[in-house]
């Protein structure tokens, strides 16, 4: 069975400065990693993908997140935050086999001007 | 060119009405799923559907019923509706193994 677990239910950041946002997950077999933000009153896009290749992976907007497997996390960054950044953020994970998607509580990103 | 639609967008009814929500994907994707978020934007996998079988059923009431008559198809239709049942409601699809595509939500507003 797989999970993840997303630290901090609610960020906020200025403007400009770093983002992070924290993804652990729990997986019985290799991971498929998943970062999807929505922003408000919209559905989930996703922002980055993790499927075993290069366990730095760059995404949309900016935004990247490393695999690292001796600490079972999967963090999102972005080195300077902008005001449209603002979102919910969701972690989630599979398998190669897998049918179903377990997705974290979220992460709400607040950025201040 | 949308790739996973939905309808309604909203949805405002009464308790005890029966509705329906529809959705249509055009990626050839073999599974769909349905989501509920919260007014805390938890989101709860209710359904899974692969090529037009159920293959994860969540601890659902049984008011809610999925129906796929094709593998672009999941439906939604909800019974006896109740105050709890107001959310929003993500209809998504995927290959096996790899990201969910989603379409743009059904908010049910339950009076």
């Known amino acids: 069975a797989q999970s993840v677990t997303q630290l901090g239910s609610h960020v906020s950041v200025s403007e400009g400065a770093l983002v992070l946002l924290r993804c652990n997950y729990s997986?019985?077999?290799?991971?498929?990693l998943f970062w999807y933000v929505q922003y408000p009153n919209q559905g989930l896009q996703l922002l980055l993908k993790y499927t075993s290749a290069a366990t730095l992976v760059k995404g949309i907007n900016g935004f990247e997140a490393e695999f690292k497997k001796s600490e079972t996390s999967f963090h999102l960054t972005k080195p300077s935050a902008h005001m449209s950044d603002a979102a919910e953020y969701f972690c989630a994970v599979t398998t190669n086999t897998g049918n179903q998607f377990y997705f974290g509580t979220g992460t709400s990103l607040t950025v201040i001007p | 060119d949308t790739a996973v639609s939905q309808t309604p967008k909203y949805l405002v009814t009464q308790m005890g009405n029966d509705k329906s929500i529809k959705c249509e994907q055009n990626?050839?994707?073999?599974?769909m799923y349905w989501y509920k978020q919260d007014s805390k934007k938890f989101l709860k996998i209710m359904f899974s559907y692969n090529n037009k079988e159920l293959i994860i059923n969540e601890t659902v009431p049984n008011r809610f019923s999925p129906k796929s008559p094709d593998k672009a198809h999941l439906n939604l239709h909800i019974n006896s509706l109740e105050l709890g049942d107001s959310a929003v409601y993500f209809c998504?699809?995927?290959?096996?193994?790899?990201?969910?595509?989603f379409g743009p939500g059904t908010r049910l507003t339950v009076l």
């Open positions: 997986s019985s077999v290799p991971p498929y």
């Open positions: 998504a699809s995927s290959p096996i193994g790899n990201e969910q595509f």
């Open positions: 990626l050839g994707h073999d599974t």
